[in-house]
């Protein structure tokens, strides 16, 4: 069941299929020859679909998914800077990351995850006390791919981002989805390496200018 208020329509459940769908999009992408992603600090590819299982089912449990419409063709995960997460929602995305891994592969994970450092454009807005969206996750399935979804669900996320008149923040591991995004519109802002030569670009969207 989705609620939808115009073009924007919050997933409200999710199946299981559609659920593994979106963690098996992630976990098992093509990579650009010679480029390491983030896939590559986890244990095995079957980890990071774990890990975004449960991603998703804490966005979904803190109401914070979209879909592009009643086929689910793609969803979009966005929260504003402010918005906390509740506890029980986390409990979802830390049982995904031990479900696929072992408690010294998870450390070795966040270790090569954090050795990135923070985004430096989350730093910069948060030291201007600027409030901005957050996407943490973009996923078309993959019988819909190709055809222009991905625009359609960042536009759920632009679109909010220009109501509130706050900037749409989202970091990923791959320069080609890089390059799409700056396509549909962002602006890279920043790229970042983790210490397994993976890296990790930033890229922002200032709302549009008011008339």
């Not at 979106?22 to 600090?41: D, P, R, T, W």
């Not at 696929?100 to 990135?116: Q, T, Y």
């Not at 993976?198 to 008011?210: A, V």
């Given at each position: ?94 049982k995904g990351t031990f479900a ?17 450092g923070s985004s430096s454009v ?90």
């Open positions: 069941m989705k609620r939808g208020a115009g073009k924007i329509m919050k997933v409200e459940t999710l199946s299981e299929k559609y659920i593994n769908e979106i963690g098996h999009a992630f976990g098992y992408y093509e990579y650009a020859q010679g480029e390491k992603g983030l896939v590559s600090a986890y244990s095995s590819r079957d980890a990071v679909v774990s890990y975004i299982d449960g991603y998703v089912e804490m966005v979904l449990q803190a109401g914070m998914l979209y879909t592009t419409g009643p086929e689910q063709e793609a969803f979009i995960a966005y929260k504003r800077s402010d918005e906390k997460i509740s506890m029980k929602a986390a409990k979802k995305l830390i696929g891994s072992s408690f010294g592969e998870v450390v070795r994970m966040l270790s090569i995850l954090g050795s990135g989350e730093k910069t807005l948060k030291k201007k006390k600027q409030k901005y969206l957050f996407v943490g996750l973009v996923c078309v399935r993959e019988k819909y791919q190709g055809q222009g979804y991905m625009r359609k669900a960042l536009e759920l996320a632009f679109a909010e981002g220009n109501r509130l008149g706050i900037p749409v923040v989202l970091d990923t591991d791959a320069e080609l989805k890089s390059d799409k995004y700056r396509h549909l519109g962002m602006e890279l802002a920043g790229i970042r390496t983790c210490k397994n030569g993976s890296k990790l670009y930033e890229l922002i969207k200032y709302p549009d200018p008011t008339t």
